[in-house]
Each structure stands twice: as C-alpha cells, then as structure tokens.
Nanobody, 127 residues
C-alpha cells in the first residue's frame, strides 16, 4: 500500500535552515505530483509547496516563496523540502502528500485533491 514517511524535522533558530524528507513507497513515485502541507498549532492545514512528477515545475505558497525549495529524487523515491530563513511562524507539523491522478500536469492547492499523507514531521523555529 501507499506509504509516505517524513523525516528531518527538528528545532531551528530564526533565520536558520532545515531540510525535511519524505520516503515514498507502494506506488510509482515518478508518475505523481507531490506536495508539502503544514499545520501550525491551533490552525488548519495549509498547502506549502508542490512539484510536478518529473520535477520540471515547482510552486510555492506566498508565505514561503523565496525561502523554501521543493525538489525530488525519483531514483530514490524521495521528496524534499529545503527550508531557509526560517521564521517562528513556520513552526508546524509538515506533511508529505501525494496528489490524486497519474501524470497530472498541475499542482493542486486544495488539499482534497490529495489522496495519501504521511504521519508528519515537527518543525519548531524558536530562539
């Protein structure tokens, strides 16, 4: 079955960096658009960034544009999110998620378009 396992979260200082990873299995990773979403304490789930199946295009929420970079290694079935210039408001549980539909050539920002989720990895930004 589909499995998405995030890792790499932790504690960072404001202005610092972290990289989170997502190991995918149980489906042909290279054929699916993937995204990261996050949920901050007391808030709803928020789409953060997405990448097409072949990595040819990436998309970002305005809140992270210019600071976060999404990329993937299809040979390793792994999705990444490099987070730089971290802010306290980036504190959240970060989820890797698989978009519904093989070979879809767009990134959905509506989270009901995603049909598989990891368990999440905690990112805390604090001094």
């Amino acid at each position: 079955q589909v499995q998405l396992v995030e890792s790499g979260g932790g504690l960072a200082q404001p202005g610092g960096s972290l990289r989170v990873s997502c190991a995918a299995s149980g489906f042909t990773f290279s054929r699916y658009t993937m995204s990261w979403a996050r949920q901050a304490p007391g808030k709803g789930l928020e789409w953060v960034s997405g990448i097409l199946s072949d990595g040819s295009a990436t998309y970002y929420a305005d809140s992270v544009k210019g600071r976060f970079t999404i990329f993937r290694d299809n040979a390793k079935n792994t999705l990444y999110l490099q987070m730089n210039s971290l802010k306290p408001e980036d504190t959240a549980l970060y989820y890797c998620t698989k978009q519904r539909g093989v070979g879809v050539r767009h990134v959905a920002v509506l989270l009901n378009e995603y049909d598989a989720w990891g368990q999440g990895t905690q990112v805390t930004v604090s001094s």
